[in-house]
């Protein structure tokens, strides 16, 4: 936002020829307008800034709601495990993120690959990018990771939690987020000119750069690995592990809707930006629009589900409708802030689908993820992308993306195949990336004997073996009476 400009020169002449000494009034006015003018600017940083704060700490608390859906999806004897590879998401992820991250993902001027300046936060703040920025995208990035992280849950060894996490935030992540999310990114929606397809990837909050990114990744580790043992019997049908708290679940799921509202909406990083000033109708509809379309994909995702598995399996399961909700919110993560109301609809109705589908394939190819993660996020995360290229509408496309009249937006809505065809590239070079790092990745840790624990060790629980104790006190262990007894 500039300050208006108050001129004592032009000024002056108005006073007339009676007016003693006007041009130290036109001054002295001049002064005091540019004072006022200075002053709604500064405010309008601050306001802004406020804004993309307050969002940073509503995803950051998605890290509790991940913690807390990870614990309850696992069993007991894997607490421990599960939520200190949470706790190290965020603590390993920050520092990578901040060495190499964040220079990869947004160090303009750079090339369309990767960016190439702001390393270790140097020169910053500057006119691109304050810190508030950076720790936006460092909660982001760290989501990413604690998507992998479910994906491998209570069969990895901690050494490969903290070698993928940190290479994940640190490279893989920042590559894709340049990509699509930085002024210089080859498919970036934002570039000023040279745009894929006319259009460039709209991804407004990140269903490929987030939850595909972090779901691809957690499908290799967990092919890698292999299932966990008693997961499929020898006749090679699925048995049944389920967590041992579905209030954890329910808690997880809460927490991580309340987050996704600084998650989606906190993506236009500015709430106070008029489209026309002196009007109702701003940034700030928009980001209400976003909250709404967020919900309602969510809503509609978990009653689909509900209904859907009480067909399938003749029961009303808790966990199975938490999961649905999470795909609805992956699903339109990509086109939030483009699409109308009821197209989140169709939006979350069809990612629940695509979930229960992505399960069933799951199963029939004996793949173990505990979290579903790899099915969530990564195949929800993908129908978010094409559901974006079918259903943007053009005025809110021209609102979130100005500058660039005439381009392509929904393929239903009229717009053309351009949206459409840039986010089928966008899925393909996102799944390939992915495959190409994380895997080999992968696949060296398993060679070198760093990813998967022992079968002893699988079978009495991480928590025993590598953490020292359980993460609750059982009254009737033996061994707990006598550590009381110690105490006493």
Not at 107 to 136: T, V
Not at 413 to 436: E, F, K
Not at 440 to 446: G, N, S
Request: glycine share 12%.
């Amino acid at each position: 936002m500039a300050s208006s400009i108050c001129s004592a020169e032009q000024l002056a002449p108005l006073f007339g020829q009676n007016i003693t000494n006007a041009a130290a009034a036109a001054d002295y006015i001049c002064g005091q307008f540019t004072a006022v003018s200075d002053r709604f600017v500064d405010t309008s940083y601050a306001v802004d800034s406020t804004y993309i704060l307050f969002s940073a700490y509503l995803v950051f608390a998605m890290q509790l709601g991940f913690a807390m859906l990870c614990a309850g999806s696992v069993r007991a004897k894997n607490t421990m495990n599960i939520m200190l590879t949470n706790v190290l998401d965020a603590a390993a992820g920050g520092i990578f993120y901040y060495l190499f991250g964040f220079a990869f993902a947004f160090g303009a001027p750079s090339n369309g690959f990767i960016g190439k300046h702001f390393f270790g936060l140097s020169e910053m703040p500057s006119s691109l990018f304050d810190y508030s920025f950076f720790l936006y995208q460092w909660a982001f990035a760290i989501a990413a990771a604690g998507i992998t992280s479910g994906s491998i849950a209570e069969r990895t060894q901690f050494v490969a939690y903290l070698i993928y996490s940190s290479f994940l935030t640190g490279f893989v992540y920042p590559v894709v987020s340049h990509w699509f999310w930085s002024t210089d990114g080859w498919a970036s929606a934002g570039k000023p000119e040279n745009l894929l397809f006319g259009s460039g990837v709209i991804d407004f909050a990140g269903s490929g750069v987030v939850h595909m990114v972090g779901g691809i990744a957690g499908l290799y580790g967990a092919l890698i690995e292999g299932p966990r043992i008693g997961r499929f019997d020898h006749e090679g049908r699925a048995v049944a592990l389920r967590g041992h708290s579905a209030s954890l679940v329910v808690l997880g799921t809460f927490l991580l809707w309340f987050g996704w509202y600084g998650f989606n909406p906190g993506s236009f990083f500015k709430i106070l930006s008029p489209y026309k000033s002196g009007e109702y109708y701003g940034q700030w509809s928009a980001v209400g629009r976003t909250a709404v379309t967020t919900t309602l994909a969510g809503c509609t995702a978990a009653l689909t589900t509900l209904f859907t598995k009480r067909v399938i399996s003749g029961h009303w399961v808790v966990t199975d409708v938490c999961n649905g909700l999470l795909g609805g919110f992956a699903a339109i993560t990509s086109g939030c802030s483009v699409v109308e109301p009821w197209a989140a609809v169709i939006c979350g109705f069809v990612a629940a689908l695509v979930l229960i589908g992505c399960n069933k394939l799951a199963q029939k190819v004996k793949y173990d993820d505990p979290l579903e993660a790899a099915q969530l996020h990564g195949g929800c995360g993908a129908w978010g992308i094409i559901f974006t290229g079918l259903f943007a509408t053009k005025k809110y496309v021209n609102e979130v993306y100005p500058g660039q009249p005439g381009r392509p937006y929904g393929f239903f809505m009229g717009g053309g195949y351009g949206l459409l065809a840039a986010h089928i590239i966008q899925i393909v070079v996102i799944t390939g990336w992915v495959s190409l790092t994380m895997g080999p990745l992968f696949y060296i840790l398993h060679k070198l004997n760093l990813l998967r624990i022992s079968a002893d060790h699988e079978m009495s629980g991480m928590d025993l073996t590598r953490h020292g104790g359980f993460a609750y006190a059982y009254e009737d262990d033996p061994q707990n009476h006598t550590k009381m007894g110690e105490q006493i």
